[in-house]
C-alpha cells in the first residue's frame, strides 16, 4: 500500500494547462494514469473518463455505490523540511504532498477493495472508486462526472474527518455595488482589501487625494506616526477594540497613505481573523464624524464585528449545523464606487432567500448580486448512510459515533446522497495545504480496514 502511495506521491499533481485528454494539465493526468494502473493491476475494473476522471469498480451488481476522493494537490510551497514529492516515512509518519489530501486516503480505499476482490466476496452493488483530478481548483472533474457518469446510490468521501460530516453550512457568495457618490470621490482616490469572498482581509490600503477634506482633517490630526499619538485618534481606535499599531500612514506631498493590518483567515469562521478593510472604515467613519460617506455609515454599522450577523437581523443557529457566519472578504472604491463582497455561511435552519432580502434591507442604496449559492450538505443521522458509516467507524476503531458538521465545503458536496467519512482522526493535525503534510504511519494503516467495513455495511444497508 505504501508503494502505491509513494509512486502517485511522485506525482506533482498540481493543476495546470488544458490539454488533449488532460483538461487540468498533464500531471493530474499522469496521476490518474497511475492510479488506473495500480487498479487494474488488483483485478478491478478500470475507466478513464476523457482525463477528467477515472474510476476502480469491484462486482457486478446492478446498482451502485460510490467511494469519491481525488488525485490532484495543491502546490507543495516552500519551507518543508523533505522533499515534498518524495514520499518518506519516519519518526512514525508519512511525509509528502498529498498523504492527507487525498491521495492517501484514496490509496487506503482502493486497498479495501483489493481485499474485498481477493476475498471472493459476493456484494450485492457494484463498489465504484471514483478519483477526481481538479478538487483544489472547482471539482470541475466531478461536475464532468455528473453530467456523463452513472450516480452512485449512496456514497462516501474520504476527504475531511473522522467519524464523520454529514452536514455542511450553505455558502451564499454576495456582492454590494453601491452607486458612485461624490463624497467618495473627493475623498479617496482607493480603498483596497482582500481579493476573495471567503478569506478574512489582512490588510487594507487607502490613498486620499491632497485636494480633499479628508486630507486636511488627517493632516490636522498630526503627520506620519504622531497621526496615531493623537488623542482623538487613539480614541477612536482603542474603543472600536483596535490596536493603534495595526496602523501606519504615510505622507506624501500630493497624498496620504493609510494602512490597517489585521489577520487573515477562513470565512467559516471569520471571529477567528482580524479584519483589516472593518478596522480602516472604522477608523475612517471616526475621523470623519459627521462628514462620513453615508456608504460607510451603513457598512460599520451592519458589518462591523467579529461575526456581524445580528447586526444584519440574520442571527440563526441550529443543533445540526451550528450558527450563521459572515464574512467581509472585499472592500474597494474606485471612482467613487463602494464595492463590498461577503461569505455567508447558512446553517440549515436559516433560508438564503430571507437572508438576502434582509441584507437588501440594510443596503438599500447598493445593488445586491449573488456570485454562488451552494446548498446546505445534511444528511439525517438516523439514515441508512450514516448509521452505516457509523458503525463501520465504531466496530473497527472503538472510536465515538458521533456527527460533526462544518461551516467548510467538502468534496461530498458534488454528489447526491453522500458525506464526508475521515481520513482525519479526531484531535489529528495533518498540515493539510501546508508545508510538511503528513499522516501517522499506525492510523493510515487502519484506514483500510475501516473503508473495507463501509463498504460491508453500506453494501448490506442498500441490499
Ligand atoms: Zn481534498
Redesign the pocket.
Known amino acids: 500500500m505504501l508503494n502505491d502511495l509513494k509512486k502517485l506521491i511522485a506525482i506533482p499533481s498540481v493543476m495546470g494547462e488544458a490539454e488533449e485528454g488532460a483538461p487540468f494539465g498533464k500531471a493530474p493526468r499522469a496521476a490518474l494514469d497511475c492510479f488506473l494502473e495500480i487498479a487494474a493491476s488488483y483485478g478491478l475494473k478500470t475507466h478513464n473518463e476523457n482525463g477528467y476522471c477515472g474510476w476502480a469498480e469491484l462486482g457486478d451488481g446492478k446498482d451502485m455505490l460510490g467511494i469519491l476522493g481525488?488525485l490532484d494537490v495543491v502546490p507543495a510551497g516552500d519551507g518543508w523540511s523533505n522533499e515534498p514529492y518524495s514520499m518518506v516515512c519516519e519518526d512514525g509518519l508519512i511525509k509528502g504532498r498529498g498523504v492527507a489530501?487525498?491521495k492517501g486516503p484514496t490509496v487506503a480505499a482502493l486497498h479495501a477493495l483489493k481485499r474485498l476482490k481477493e476475498s471472493g466476496k459476493k456484494l450485492n452493488n457494484r463498489i465504484r472508486l471514483i478519483v477526481g483530478c481538479n478538487?483544489?481548483n472547482g471539482s470541475e472533474c466531478i461536475e464532468y462526472y455528473r453530467e456523463h457518469c452513472e450516480i452512485p446510490k449512496a456514497s462516501f468521501v474520504p476527504?475531511a474527518d473522522f467519524p464523520i460530516i454529514n452536514s455542511e453550512k450553505g455558502i451564499l457568495h454576495l456582492t454590494l455595488t453601491f452607486p458612485r457618490s461624490q463624497r467618495l470621490a473627493e475623498n479617496f482616490v482607493s480603498i483596497k482589501a482582500g481579493m476573495r469572498h471567503n478569506i478574512v482581509p489582512d490588510l487594507c490600503t487607502v490613498v486620499v487625494p491632497k485636494e480633499s477634506k479628508l486630507f486636511d482633517a488627517i493632516s490636522s490630526l498630526g503627520s506620519d506616526s504622531s497621526l496615531f499619538l493623537n488623542p482623538k485618534v487613539a480614541k477612536i481606535i482603542i474603543s472600536g477594540g483596535m490596536r493603534t499599531q495595526d496602523f501606519s500612514a504615510h505622507f506624501f506631498p500630493d497624498r496620504i497613505a493609510l494602512e490597517a493590518r489585521g489577520v487573515a483567515g477562513h470565512a467559516m469562521c471569520p471571529e477567528k481573523g482580524e479584519n483589516a478593510a472593518m478596522k480602516m472604515l472604522a477608523l475612517l467613519c471616526g475621523i470623519m464624524g459627521e462628514y462620513a460617506p453615508e456608504e460607510f455609515k451603513a457598512v460599520t454599522k451592519y458589518l462591523c464585528a467579529p461575526n456581524p450577523a445580528p447586526l444584519l437581523s440574520i442571527e440563526a443557529q441550529d443543533d445540526v449545523s451550528g450558527n450563521l457566519t459572515v464574512n467581509t472578504g472585499i472592500v474597494t472604491v474606485a471612482d467613487g464606487k463602494l464595492t463590498v463582497a461577503l461569505d455567508l455561511r447558512l446553517p440549515v435552519c436559516a433560508n438564503h432567500e430571507t437572508v438576502k432580502k434582509k441584507i437588501r434591507e440594510c443596503f438599500p442604496s447598493a445593488t445586491l448580486t449573488e456570485n454562488r449559492w451552494s446548498p446546505n450538505l445534511y444528511i439525517p443521522e438516523n439514515s441508512k448512510l450514516v448509521q452505516a458509516l457509523l458503525s463501520a467507524y465504531a466496530e473497527t476503531t472503538g472510536g465515538e459515533k458521533k456527527c460533526l458538521y462544518c461551516g467548510g465545503g467538502t468534496?461530498a458536496r458534488e454528489l447526491p446522497n453522500a458525506v464526508a467519512f475521515g481520513p482525519t482522526f479526531p484531535n489529528l493535525e495533518t498540515n493539510i495545504h501546508n508545508v510538511d503534510e503528513s499522516f501517522p504511519f499506525e492510523l493510515f494503516n487502519k484506514l483500510p480496514d475501516i473503508y473495507e467495513a463501509a463498504i460491508l455495511k453500506l453494501d448490506e444497508a442498500y441490499a
Open positions: 481525488h489530501d487525498d478538487e483544489e476527504d468534496y
